[in-house]
């Protein structure tokens, strides 16, 4: 499973760089292409998790103007 992560910048809000280094904080790993980020689960993880995981995201980049879009997919797909 992985989770992708798009992320929209405000001028007024923090700096690209602060918002990556949170979230390599958190296990994301930047990407190119549709999604700026991706964090690989290790197996097939429950809805619960997935909504644990986007509470941390959603704590980690509040504050700092953004607003993000995660997508949880099944890799072997």
Do not use: C
Request: no cysteine; charged share 20%; aromatic share 14%.
């Amino acid at each position: 499973m992985k989770t992708y992560l798009l992320v929209w910048f405000n001028s007024e809000g923090a700096s690209p760089s602060e918002v990556n280094r949170r979230l390599l904080s958190l296990g994301f790993k930047p990407i190119q292409g549709y999604y700026d980020y991706v964090y690989e689960w290790g197996n097939n993880v429950h809805v619960e998790e997935i909504l644990q995981f986007g509470d941390k995201v959603h704590l980690s980049l509040n504050g700092l103007g953004v607003i993000f879009k995660i997508e949880t997919i099944d890799g072997k797909k």
